[in-house]
């Protein structure tokens, strides 16, 4: 965070953590299993009142390998490892099939901001 030294004894500091996950089935395709990630920060200029923003972004690309549909189980290999993830919905668990991709994208950020003490 910048402008640190703005900072006063009563001001209030604000943190806010963003998270989500979406999960999109790429049906038929032949996208490569694959694994990046995007970083983006944000901070006042001088002079400005103190606070800013941190956020990064995963996206995965996996391939389903395994279905069980018993257990209503996927089986996604991605870059780095294997998940079995349960299918809660019978008519999503019928339009995926061994071969699919499926792009996990994840999202986390933290934003901070300050409001100045109130005056007494």
Do not use: C, W
């Not at 009563?10 to 990046?36: H, I, M, P, Y």
């Not at 079995?84 to 934003?111: H, M």
């Amino acid at each position: 965070m910048k402008n640190f030294d703005q900072l006063h004894i009563g001001d209030r500091v604000t943190l806010q953590v963003f998270k989500s996950l979406t999960l999109e089935l790429k049906k038929g395709s032949t996208a490569v299993v694959s694994r990046t990630e995007d970083a983006a920060k944000v901070s006042g200029e001088a002079g400005q009142p103190p606070g800013g923003a941190l956020g990064r972004q995963v996206t995965v690309m996996a391939e389903v390998i395994g279905m069980d549909a018993e257990s209503q189980v996927v089986t996604l290999k991605g870059p780095n490892r294997s998940i079995d993830l349960e299918v809660r919905d019978p008519e999503q668990f019928k339009l995926i099939a061994v071969g699919d991709r499926v792009e996990a994208t994840y999202t986390e950020a933290v934003a901070v901001s300050v409001s100045p003490a109130k005056a007494e």
